[in-house]
């Protein structure tokens, strides 16, 4: 029989709304007791004193890039990284090669997961064949083999009478569908936001404009069907407008938003460092104060780090040659705690965003600590500084802007299913 005990620790369970200082005692994959001071033997004894003890974290939205572009990532390497970020559950975005268009994809990864990630991988399938926008997948089978949601992420589905049954027929298999949401003929070719910066920079802006249009018809789709439309990497001023006014008519829409959104505007560019090129690109100052303003107030559901790895040669190319894209697993927790120490969320608000509110939206188990739930738990070391260097992270990628920056507040342990998988001072422990 395995036995933990967190010790000492500030609890933090929004399900509950539970914020005290409490030990927590999980048995054979389990919690089975959150008490003010438990006494057992036989327990491995994890001293969270002056540490946040909180659930899991839950990644709405990763590339793990497995199968078929295993150089940049594979599922065990995510996997490693995501439990050292705190990440207890990810849910995978369907580019890979091949596309998870097809059961047997879907199936692939699962056994995959099961034998070589510490976290637990939850796939998302593509919406459509081979992400083309054209013809839809087959939903049912995708979902009987394990598909938690529907998405082309990082293409847009342009066709509206697509996304049209796209979203009909998610409404039977009651997932959601996930959108991608930049009008491509906006696009263009652009590669960092239009404004005052890519004038400077003399590179093709992506205006904030294609983000809002194309939320708002995925918006008018979503209420003509019913369906539940998320809406991923929100990074406009005008996207969360229509979002919380669609919400507010009763319309099924969740949405995600990234750390890099949060924190970083497109003066980030300046230097024409390609581990800034993202997609949708950093914006101005004024989306970034919109974006967390959002996230306060529940507009915005969760943060999504959107782990995007890419390997050293593809990023070291001109900036309109790179792929956009970041690491995020490992930097996620202290690029967002600066959203409690400014006050903008309290901590058990910041929980809720990174571990409840997504795993409701994917119906997964996870996000709490009611006794009797899974024994996937974080501990958090919130006043922990240290610098970042990817060259020492998890992840076969190094591709991050925050590369010697340093940090404040680390995972110091994550326990996954009962099991300590990860600690700061050990590494990662499992598989």
């Known amino acids: 029989m395995s036995r933990i005990l967190i010790r000492g620790g500030r609890v933090l369970d929004p399900g509950c709304g539970r914020d005290e200082r409490c030990d927590v005692l999980l048995e054979d994959g389990v919690i089975v007791a959150v008490d003010a001071a438990i006494e057992t033997r036989g327990a491995e004894v994890i001293d969270a004193e002056g540490c946040w003890v909180a659930p899991g974290f839950v990644d709405l939205h990763t590339h793990l890039r497995e199968p078929g572009q295993e150089y940049k990532e594979d599922i065990a390497s995510g996997g490693r990284a995501a439990v050292a970020g705190g990440f207890t559950s990810v849910a995978c975005m369907a580019n890979t090669q091949p596309v998870n268009d097809d059961p047997a994809v879907t199936d692939f990864i699962l ?4 034998q070589d990630s510490p976290a637990r991988v939850y796939p998302v399938a593509a919406a459509t064949k081979g992400l083309k926008g054209e013809v839809m997948t087959e939903m049912s089978a995708l979902v009987d083999a394990g598909a938690v949601a529907f998405s082309d992420d990082g293409k847009t589905i342009m066709d509206s009478g697509v996304m049209r049954r796209v979203l009909e027929y998610s409404t039977l298999v009651q997932r959601p569908v996930m959108t991608h949401a930049e009008d491509r003929t906006l696009v263009a070719e652009g ?3 239009e404004g005052p910066v890519s004038t ?6 992506n205006p904030a404009m294609a983000e809002t249009v194309h939320v708002s018809r995925d918006i008018m789709l979503a209420e003509l069907t019913g369906a539940h439309l998320h809406v991923a990497h929100v990074s406009t001023a005008g996207a969360v407008q229509q979002i919380r006014e669609a919400r507010a008519r009763g319309v099924h829409v969740t949405a995600e938003v990234t750390p890099h959104h949060l924190a970083l505007t497109d003066e980030a560019t300046a230097g024409y460092d390609t581990n800034t090129k993202m997609a949708p690109p950093l914006r101005g100052s004024e989306d970034v104060a919109a974006c967390r303003a959002a996230l306060a107030d529940g507009t915005l559901d969760a943060i999504a780090t959107d782990h995007a790895p890419h390997a050293l040669h593809e990023k070291e190319v001109e900036f309109t040659a790179a792929p956009p894209g970041i690491i995020g ?11 409690v120490r400014k006050d903008e969320l309290t901590p058990l608000e910041l929980v809720s965003r990174l571990s409840t509110e997504p795993a409701r939206i994917l119906r997964v188990p996870a996000g709490t600590l009611a006794v009797g739930a899974p024994a996937d738990v974080v501990v958090i070391e919130p006043d922990h500084e240290w610098v970042y260097d990817p060259a020492k992270g998890h992840s076969k990628s190094r591709n991050s802007p925050w590369d010697g920056a340093r940090m404040t507040g680390r995972v110091l342990a994550t326990v996954v299913a009962g099991k300590l998988v990860f600690h700061a001072d050990r590494g990662v422990l499992a598989p």
Not at 111 to 114: I, L, M, P, V, W
Not at 329 to 339: H, I, R
């Open 200 to 205: 400077r920079l003399g590179l093709p802006g």
């Open 111 to 114: 056994d995959r997961a099961r």
């Open 191 to 193: 590669v960092v936001n």
């Open 329 to 339: 697993f490992e930097t996620a927790l202290p690029v967002v705690l600066d959203l």
